[in-house]
C-alpha cells in the first residue's frame, strides 16, 4: 500500500490528468465489451461466457490485417466484421440450439468455445504473447494536458469509444430494430405474436453484441499484450461491470466501466498489488447496498 | 434426530462394499496407472459430488465451486510447509479455514440469485487465483507451491508409502461421499430440494432460505477443499491451475457429464473426464480443442448424463414388468 503515492497523485494536475486518461481508456474499452454482454444478456436471458473470447479474436484479427495491410483503420473493421461473422455462427449453430435448456447447457456450449478458441490462437498465432505496436498513423508526439502526457492514441480512443457509445444508444432507442430488441427483452412471445421474427432479432443482437467486443479487441490491440488468457481477464471484469451497473442495463454497464477504469488507473498508484482486489471490494460494497446493481431494476 | 432413516443400513453397506473393492482393487491389478487414477478420481470426486450439492440439490450454479479446492490443496499444503503440524492438524485447519471461507463468500454471494450468483462465485474464485498469483513469498506465485509437502506418519500411517496414500485417498473419498449422503438424505437435503423448487412455498412454511442455502454452501465448500486436500497429498504441492476457473468449468462438466439427478452421477462423472483427460493430454497437445470438441458433442448431442440413462433405464424396464404383471 502506498497511501503517500495517491495523494501526491491526487494532489498533482499531470499526474491526476495522466491517470484519468489512462482509465477512461481502460474503462470505455470494457464498457464496448460489457455492453455486448449486457445486451445479450437483457434480451436473450442468457450469458454468454464467450464474450471475452470475441475481444480476444478481434485483437488478433486486428494484429493480422494491421501486418498485412499496415491500415489501422482496415484493421479495426476487420476486426468488427470478422468477429461479428463469428458471432452469427456462434449463435445460429451452437447457443440457439441450447436456449431452451438449463442454464449449465449454455454454460458448457460457452465453456468448450472458450477452450476450444483459446487452443485456436496457440495454434494460429503461437503460445508466446505478442504485440501489434502502435500503428503508423498514431505515431506521433504526445499531448501535454497541463502537464500530463497523453498520447494521440489515447485521445484517438476516447472519442471513438464516446461516439460508438452514442450510436449504440441512438441504434437501441431511435431505430425500429431498437425498438423490437427492447420489446423482445420485456416480452419475446408479444414480440412473435406481432409476425416478428424473433430468431432475427437475436441474431442480430449476438452480431452487434460481437462486433462490439470485436472492435473492443481491436481497438485494444495496439496497447495490449495479446495472449491466448486475455480473453477471460476482461470477461470477468465486464461480469464485474454489469453486476455493478445492473444486468441488462446499457448506462449502468458505462457507469461501470468508468468506475472501474478509474479504480484501477488510480488503485494501480496506491495499492499496486491489491489492484483486482479492489474491484472486487467495490463490487461487494455496491451489490450490498444495492443487490440489483447501481441501475439495474429491481426484482 | 434422524437417527433411524430406512436406508441408512443400505448406504453403509453399500459404501463398505466399494471401500473394500477399492482397498483390495491393488493387490488384484497392481498397477500404478490404476493407482494414480483413483487417487485423483477421489479427488474430484468429492469435488464433484460436493458441488452437486449446490448445484442439483438446491439450484445454486456455482460456478467458482473451483476456489474451495484450490483453497484446499493450498491451506493444506501451507500449514504442513509453515506450520509443521501433523497431517490431522492440517486437516482440521483446510477444514475450519474452508468452512470460514465458505461462509464469507456465501453470506455475500447467496444475496444474488440465478445467474448472478454464478457470476459472483466466479468473481471471488479470480480474486483468489490473482491473490495466488501475486502472493509470490507465501504461495510461490505460478510456479505453485514447491518443496513438497512434508508427510509425516501419524497413527501407523506413513503417506510417503504409496499404498497407504492410496488406502488414505479411497477411505477419505467413501467416507466423505457416505457423509454428503446422508446430507442430501436427511430432512435438510429435502429442504434444500424444496427451495430449489419452489423457494417461495420454503419461505411460506416458515424455512429460513437464507440460512439454509449458506449452509448448503459451507458444507459444499469444505468438501471440495477436502478434495483439494487429498489433491495435494497425491502431487505432493499445490498449483494455481487448482484455483483457476477452468477448475470451475471441469466441475460442471463432471456433474453433467455423469448426471446430476443421482447422487453418485457427479462421482462417475470424475471418473469418466478424469479418463477422458488422460487420453487426451496421451494423444494430442492441444488439449483445450478436443476436450471443447468432445463438450460440444455432449451439450449438443447426448444432453444428459451418463447415470441419467442408466435411471432411466431402469425405471423403464420397472414400468414394463410393473404393465406385464398386472
Known sequence: MNLAALTDCLTSASCLVTQTTSGLIIGMLLFLVAAGLTLIFGVLKVVNFTHGSFYMLGAYLALTVNGLTDSYFLAVLAAAAGVGLFALVFERFFMSKVYGSNVLMQLLVCYAFILILDDAVKIIWGPEFKSMGMATVFQKPPLFIAGGIVPVFYLFLIIVTLILSLVLWLIITRTKFGTVVRAAAVNPSMVSALGINTGLVYSGVFVLGGMLAGLAGGLAAPVRSLTAGMGFSILIESFIVTVIGGMGSIAGALLGSIMIGLVRSFGSIGFPLFVEGLMFLLMAIILILKPSGLLGKEG | ?326
Open chain 2, 1 to 326: 434426530m434422524m437417527a433411524t432413516r430406512p436406508n441408512l443400513v443400505r448406504d453403509i453397506a453399500i459404501a463398505a462394499v466399494a471401500l473394500i473393492i477399492l482397498l483390495l482393487l491393488p493387490y488384484v491389478w497392481p498397477s500404478k496407472m490404476v493407482n494414480d487414477l483413483i487417487i485423483r478420481v477421489s479427488a474430484f470426486a468429492l469435488f464433484a459430488t460436493s458441488l452437486n450439492l449446490l448445484v442439483g440439490y438446491t439450484g445454486m450454479v456455482s460456478f467458482g465451486h473451483g476456489m474451495f479446492f484450490g483453497f484446499g490443496a493450498y491451506a493444506f499444503g501451507l500449514s504442513m510447509q509453515r506450520l509443521g503440524v501433523s497431517i490431522p492438524m492440517a486437516f482440521l485447519i483446510t477444514v475450519v479455514s474452508s468452512a470460514l471461507l465458505g461462509l464469507v463468500v456465501g453470506a455475500i454471494s447467496i444475496r444474488l440469485k440465478d445467474i448472478y450468483f454464478s457470476f459472483i462465485t466466479l468473481a471471488f474464485q479470480m480474486l483468489l487465483y490473482s491473490t495466488v498469483i501475486a502472493w509470490v513469498p507465501l504461495t510461490g506465485g505460478d510456479q505453485g507451491l514447491m518443496g513438497g509437502i512434508p508427510r509425516p506418519p501419524f497413527l501407523g500411517i506413513d503417506l510417503s508409502i504409496e499404498a497407504h496414500r492410496y488406502a488414505f485417498a479411497v477411505t477419505i473419498m467413501v467416507v466423505g461421499l457416505l457423509i454428503l449422503r446422508q446430507i442430501v438424505e436427511s430432512p435438510f437435503g429435502y429442504t434444500l430440494r424444496m427451495i430449489r423448487d419452489n423457494t417461495e412455498r420454503a419461505t411460506f412454511l416458515g424455512i429460513n432460505v437464507f440460512r439454509a442455502k449458506l449452509t448448503a454452501f459451507v458444507i459444499a465448500g469444505v468438501f471440495g477443499a477436502i478434495g483439494g486436500m487429498v489433491m495435494a497429498l497425491f502431487v505432493s504441492g499445490a498449483y494455481p491451475e487448482f484455483v483457476n476457473w477452468t477448475m470451475s468449468g471441469e466441475g460442471i462438466f463432471m456433474i453433467m457429464l455423469g448426471g446430476l439427478s443421482t447422487f453418485v452421477g457427479p462421482a462417475a462423472g470424475a471418473l469418466i473426464l478424469s479418463l477422458l483427460n488422460d487420453v487426451i493430454t496421451r494423444g494430442t497437445e492441444h488439449h483445450g480443442l478436443f476436450l471443447g470438441a468432445v463438450i460440444l458433442l455432449f451439450a449438443l448431442g447426448l444432453r444428459k448424463g451418463v447415470t441419467d440413462f442408466v435411471a432411466d433405464w431402469f425405471r423403464l424396464r420397472r414400468e414394463a414388468s410393473s404393465r406385464s404383471g398386472s
